[in-house]
C-alpha cells in the first residue's frame, strides 16, 4: 500500500477514524493542562479558536467557564447530523485554510496534538505561521513527540496506519527541543511542560519587527 501524501488523503484517513473509532479525539487531560492554565491568566470572554478541535470537548469546556470558544476540524464524520459537532460552534476546515480568516482574529488560538499528524515539515511550518497569525495575543500548542499508541489494533484492522509513514498516526515525530525552537520564533514563552507524552509551549505573539 503507497503512502498517503497529500493535505486531502490525510483528511480522508481522519474522516474515516472519527467515523470508526468512537473515542478518538478526545484528550481530557491535555485539556485540563490547558484549562487549568487559561482560568488565571485569560479573562472569561475572551475569544478562543481550538483549531483541530477533535470531537469538541474542550470547545464546550472552554464555553461552560465563560470563554467565546469556536472550533476547527476535518472530519466530515463529526458535522454531520448526529456527529459531535453538528450543533457547535465550529468550522470545518483544516490548517491549510485558516489563512482565509483575518489576522488577529481569536485573542487565544489552541493547537492541541495536531502538528505531529501532519505529513511534513513544510506542512507543520505553515501551520504554525497561520495559527499565530489567527492569534491577538496568546497561542497555546501541545504536540505528541512520542510514537502514537492509541488503538493501534483497531487502527490497523481499518488499514490506517498501513497508509501513514512510519505506520503511525504521529506521522511528524520531532523531540521537545525542536518544538520549542520553531515556537520561540513567533511566540515568548510564558509556560511549557513536558507531560511525558505531549510537549506544551503556551506563548505571547511577538512584537512585529
Avoid at 80 to 101: F, H, I, K, R, V
Amino acid at each position: 500500500m503507497a503512502f498517503i501524501t497529500t493535505e486531502a488523503e490525510l483528511i480522508e484517513l481522519y474522516n474515516k477514524l472519527y467515523a470508526n473509532i468512537e473515542n478518538y479525539g478526545r484528550w481530557g487531560e491535555r485539556h485540563t493542562t490547558i484549562v487549568s492554565w487559561m482560568v488565571p491568566n485569560i479573562p472569561p470572554g475572551a475569544s478562543v479558536l481550538d483549531a483541530g478541535c477533535g470531537r469538541g470537548d474542550l470547545v464546550k469546556k472552554l464555553i461552560e467557564i465563560g470563554y467565546n470558544a469556536t472550533g476547527t476540524e476535518v472530519a466530515e464524520c463529526l458535522f454531520e447530523e448526529g456527529g459531535e459537532l453538528a450543533t457547535m460552534p465550529a468550522l470545518q476546515m483544516s490548517y491549510s485554510e485558516l489563512d482565509a480568516m483575518p489576522k488577529g482574529c481569536y485573542e487565544v488560538v489552541i493547537s492541541c496534538d495536531v502538528l505531529e499528524h501532519l505529513l511534513d515539515i513544510d506542512m507543520v511550518e505553515q501551520a504554525v505561521r497561520s495559527l499565530v497569525d489567527r492569534s491577538k495575543r496568546y497561542v497555546l500548542f501541545s504536540v505528541g513527540y512520542h510514537r502514537a499508541g492509541f488503538e493501534s489494533a483497531r487502527c490497523s484492522k481499518l488499514g490506517i496506519l498501513q497508509s501513514l509513514p512510519g505506520h503511525n498516526l504521529h506521522t511528524f515525530q520531532r523531540p521537545p527541543e525542536w518544538w520549542k525552537e520553531l515556537f520561540d520564533h513567533y511566540l515568548t514563552s510564558l509556560y511549557s511542560y513536558l507531560d511525558g507524552v505531549s510537549y506544551f509551549f503556551f506563548g505571547e505573539k511577538k512584537a512585529a519587527d
